[in-house]
């Protein structure tokens, strides 16, 4: 398979992110978009590191730097979702809804002056 | 693999927080009342911070050999910027033993504290981009719970909630930034990728991951969650937002742009001007029409930020010229000298905001009126503060902005002159707002509801204010080539 078409598919599933991230009204709908954005990169760095194996030299892990890279995105993403979850258990309790759109006590224009 | 030794010490300030950690999750356990665990916390989590401090500072006759670690660099910007992070937390865990008083789980939070503290020293340690992601996020992370930890406060969950989507999509950005510049250069350690050509794909990774570290900076135009999350989040909080994990934050801003995009400033400098140029425009703008105190704190101090990324456009502008390594270096000292006057002042006026708030319950400007007739030492610390924030000599802000203005000026290009341009006058609007809130504060009070006693953080302020009134003598003990010379 060639390259590109690995980096065509992790720009589209990108772009799908940020369309989301700025389209959604949902937290847990923004978090699916985030979670989009990290496993194209992911898909970068496997595409990337498979393309780039011939032609780096080094130690084991410097020709695996790619693959070692999507790990840690994937770790890192979950510590995120857990966190990010919490929150919006936390949201909910207090405002009964995830909607963020209908969430804006902090708005700037307060009657309270 | 047997853990090598001198790897241990290396990483001793790291381990050492983490045992700080299981020490006060342990304090909240074992102590009987809230007042009791707020001393344990606090004693067992400052010397912890302190010890770190200690095993940061002895890292220096101990550089490890490439082959034990070769992603990680210990040298003096590590120890410049670790001990500035965790001095720092120093400040904020004082400040929140004010805040978090109703229950006995303040150990939680300042374990958290500390977890982001060891994210911060990881960034400032890193010598590849994998590591100094991990350190990034191990810095976030903690924040967004952090913000929460009112579990019942609406406020603090919906500020938490905007920080935490906020960050996570900056992370999302800059992670796929990254990955776009290893296809480009199939390599990620800082040495390789300042070596390395510029071309288009590296370059887009290069944008993506300016923006995504804008974010994390607060600058405009990726500055809209900050006044937000300054409101909603405990004060201590906010302490710890805008002295602490900021600097860390520009750590990591320092390592990307500074020390591994260094050959490819003529892409990202004059982006990074456009931004520092609109941070201080809009951040002083919107703090002069400001009526709450914390969102005046919080505008100011994404003008602040501004001005600490004028260095990065500094740097990027002498790129080329005769005298290069000269201007580069004053540039990277005039930042370090602003984060660390930014901490002293804008420490002590959090701190003083801090006890204003738990004695009235909100932060309307109203409050703070008489404050110096109340209480002497926290109105007298406060204005000077203030005044120093303003950039009066012989305070520590003038000192500071002085040499951040003959670092952009020096560099003598029509983008170093027009942000030095926008840097006179955002400083000039500040002048407006911080004598508005000087005068309220010097004025007679308007009621007779007294302060919270509060002593330690009195003691705390007067220190940073002393601090912030000798700080000019720093400049007479280390030169810009001092720093410079053992840094690259």
């Known amino acids: 398979m060639e390259l590109e078409w690995f980096v065509y598919l992790s720009l589209i599933l990108f772009s799908i992110g940020i369309l989301g991230v700025l389209t959604q009204k949902t937290a847990i709908r923004i ?22 194996q011939s032609t780096t030299s080094g130690t084991v ?32 309790r207090n405002f009964r809804e995830i909607v963020v759109a209908n969430i804006y006590e902090l708005a700037e224009s307060e009657e309270d002056e | 693999m047997a853990v090598d030794p001198v790897a241990f010490t290396a990483f001793s300030p790291v381990l050492a927080l983490f045992a700080g950690v299981i020490l006060v999750l342990i304090a909240d356990l074992v102590t009987k009342d809230a007042a009791s665990n707020r001393k344990f916390v606090v004693s067992i989590t400052s010397a912890t911070l302190l010890l770190a401090i200690l095993l940061v500072a002895k890292t220096n006759d101990l550089i490890p050999s490439e082959t034990v670690l070769p992603m990680f660099k210990f040298g003096i910007f590590y120890q410049i910027f670790s001990i500035i992070g965790l001095s720092a937390s120093i400040l904020v865990i004082f400040s929140a033993a004010y805040d978090f008083t109703v229950q006995k789980d303040l150990g939680v939070w300042a374990s958290l504290l500390m977890i982001s503290n060891a994210g911060g020293i990881v960034i400032a340690a890193s010598n590849h981009l994998l590591p100094l992601y991990v350190g990034f996020e191990l810095m976030a992370i903690p924040i967004y719970g952090m913000v929460a930890y009112r579990k019942r406060s609406r406020e603090a969950t919906e500020a938490s909630v ?37 071309q288009p794909l590296k370059n887009v990774g290069i944008f993506l991951i300016l923006f995504g570290t804008s974010f994390k900076l607060s600058l405009v135009p990726f500055h809209w969650w900050v006044s937000d999350v300054y409101v909603g989040a405990p004060v201590s909080m906010v302490n710890y937002l805008a002295v602490a994990s900021k600097k860390m934050a520009f750590a990591f801003a320092f390592q990307m742009f500074m020390i591994s995009f260094v050959n490819d400033t003529d892409v990202w400098g004059p982006v990074m001007g456009l931004i520092v140029i609109l941070s201080i425009l809009v951040g002083n703008g919107m703090a002069a029409i400001q009526n709450r105190v914390m969102r005046l704190i919080a505008y100011s101090s994404i003008a602040h930020a501004g001005y600490i990324a004028i260095s990065l456009v500094a740097y990027a502008q002498a790129t080329g010229l005769p005298n290069e390594s000269e201007l580069k270096a004053l540039a990277l000292y005039a930042a370090i000298l602003h ?23 909100n932060d309307h400007m109203e409050n703070f009126r008489g404050i110096y007739k109340k209480d002497k030492v ?9 005044f120093s924030l303003i950039g009066i000599p012989p305070l520590g ?7 951040l203005f003959i670092a952009v000026v020096n560099t003598n290009t029509t983008l170093a002159w027009a942000t030095a341009f926008v840097f006179a006058i955002g400083s ?17 009070p308007s009621n007779d509801i007294p302060l919270v006693p509060a002593t330690p953080l009195k003691a705390l302020m007067v ?8 700080f000019s003598v720093i400049v007479f003990f280390i030169t810009p080539q001092d720093v410079f010379s053992t840094l690259f």
């Open chain 2, 162 to 198: 905007k920080l935490f989507l906020l960050g996570a999509i900056s992370s999302g950005i800059i992670v796929y930034g990254i990955s776009l510049v290893y296809g480009a250069t199939g390599q990620l350690t800082f040495a390789a990728l300042a070596l390395n050509n510029s």
């Open chain 2, 428 to 444: 000039a609007i500040s002048v407006y707002y911080y004598v508005k809130l000087a005068r309220v504060i010097l004025d007679e």
């Open chain 2, 463 to 470: 220190l940073l204010t002393v601090l912030t009134v000798f």
């Open chain 1, 31 to 52: 978090l699916f978009s985030v979670e989009l954005i990290l496993n194209s990169a992911n898909i970068n760095f496997v595409a990337f590191n498979s393309y780039l």
């Open chain 2, 397 to 403: 802000g003038f000192v500071s902005k002085y040499f």
């Open chain 2, 339 to 361: 984060i660390v006057a930014n901490i002293l002042m804008k420490g002590t006026l959090i701190a003083g905001a801090l006890i204003v708030v738990n004695s009235f319950e």
């Open chain 1, 61 to 92: 892990i410097d020709q695996y730097m790619g693959w070692v890279f999507a790990m840690v995105v994937i770790a890192l993403a979950a510590a995120e979702a857990a966190v990010g979850l919490a929150i919006f258990i936390s949201l909910y």
């Open chain 2, 378 to 386: 926290v109105g007298t610390t406060m204005v000077l503060a203030l």
